[in-house]
């Protein structure tokens, strides 16, 4: 087809007025949308195989609902293909799991951001970044699955800066982390697969922050794991008499443990163990008191102390992934808003019609 056939299909100023009425409604984050036609949608709909009107989400507060159809619109309008949509319902639903999530997380002081992680062949077949760059821009999956999520807090939710969500300051990536686990490059079993869920599936949660680990030159597996220490335990972030963390260890940081005999779970033992920090520290924080509450000034003794970010018992809740390329050692910590569910959620895709 000629270029001049094509225009003539495409018409442009039709779509930048469909766009403008978008940002009239009030719909949008900031960004353009695309205009949620009743054909696109049905295509999500038939994606998914799901009754439009299923009830996925409630939020007690304010008495909002979403269902099925309203997470399509707004997947559709997050610049998703119809084909991704199951995986944004897995999405949901792994952060529907989060206490959190449930509660008044979407409208924090700390304006927290979904973490979404994708296992399975799902990855590959629609395109996933799992490797370099999988924090950042650059990949449609990545991108609007995430952004799909924003939308339906924002739209179904009525969740809207300066409104109901009360963040500070926000996170930059409040609707931009998702990315697929590199489970080609990992030495353990997909993050999902030993949660109970193996093949394509899901795991989210809500963070408080990330923070990355730039350490590409010890070959100690403890001077590693140290560095991962350090920075889950650091003050900044830490309110709570405990707090909840992660890792998303880069092939070469993942490969070095485990070439030292380190599993998953022995990862997160070490982590539990030594993350945190001594009385004294946390006294010129002013956070060294802590009783079943809010972190705040005590009497800094006895200072040698050492208070445990990760409470004892709470080994499995730190989660371990692997994301990412070979280029460097550098790895992210992952600090949870609340606590992690711990859990993964099956994608689950429309049957072929002519398997019906």
């Known amino acids: 087809m000629s ?3 094509v225009e003539a299909e495409l018409d442009a100023d039709a779509a930048q007025r469909a766009i403008e009425h978008c940002y009239e409604q009030g719909w949008s984050d ?12 049905d295509a999500f709909l038939a994606a998914a195989g799901r009754p439009a009107d299923e009830v996925i989400g409630h939020m007690p507060q304010v008495d909002r609902t979403v269902n099925v159809e309203l997470a399509a619109i707004n997947a559709a309008m997050a610049g998703c293909r119809p084909e991704y949509f199951p995986v944004v319902l897995a999405a ?31 990855r590959e077949r629609l395109g996933f970044n799992s490797t370099g760059g999988v924090f950042g821009p650059g990949f449609r999956p990545n991108a609007t699955v995430a952004r799909a999520i924003g939308l339906i807090v924002r739209n179904a939710f009525g969740v809207i800066p300066h409104e109901l969500e009360q963040a500070t300051q926000g ?27 193996p093949g394509d599936a899901v795991t989210a949660t809500l963070l408080r922050t990330c923070e990355y680990v730039d ?3 010890t070959s100690d597996p403890e001077q590693l794991l ?5 920075t889950i335990g650091r003050s900044g972030s830490w309110i709570f008499q405990h707090a909840g963390a992660g890792v998303v260890l880069c092939p070469e940081h993942a490969d070095l443990l485990a070439r030292a005999g380190y599993s998953r779970a022995d990862v997160q033992r070490w982590l539990a163990e030594h993350s945190g920090r001594s009385t004294e520290a946390l006294a010129r924080a002013g956070k060294d ?6 972190r705040r000034p005590g009497d800094g003794t006895p200072g040698d102390r050492f208070q445990r970010t990760i409470p004892e018992g709470a080994e499995s809740s730190i989660l371990v992934a692997v994301a990412g390329s070979r280029t460097a050692g550098i790895s992210m910590v992952v600090r949870f ?17 002519d398997a019906a």
Request: glycine share 12%; hydrophobic share 45%.
């Open 337 to 353: 808003f609340a606590d992690w569910s711990g859990t993964g959620v099956p994608i689950v895709t429309a049957a072929p019609a």
């Open 92 to 122: 949901w639903e792994a952060l529907m799991r989060e206490r959190a999530a449930k509660g008044g997380g979407w409208q924090s002081t700390s304006g927290p951001a979904p973490l979404i992680i994708v296992n399975g062949p799902i």
């Open 30 to 41: 900031g960004l353009p949308l695309v205009p949620a036609t009743r054909p696109l949608v």
């Open 3 to 5: 270029a001049p056939a």
């Open 226 to 230: 140290g560095d991962f220490a350090d």
């Open 215 to 217: 350490n590409r030159h």
């Open 289 to 294: 008191f802590a009783e079943k509450g809010v």
């Open 171 to 197: 996170l930059p990536g409040r609707w931009s982390i998702c990315f697929g686990e590199n489970e080609e490059d990992s030495p353990w079993p997909p993050l999902a697969a030993e949660l109970g869920v």
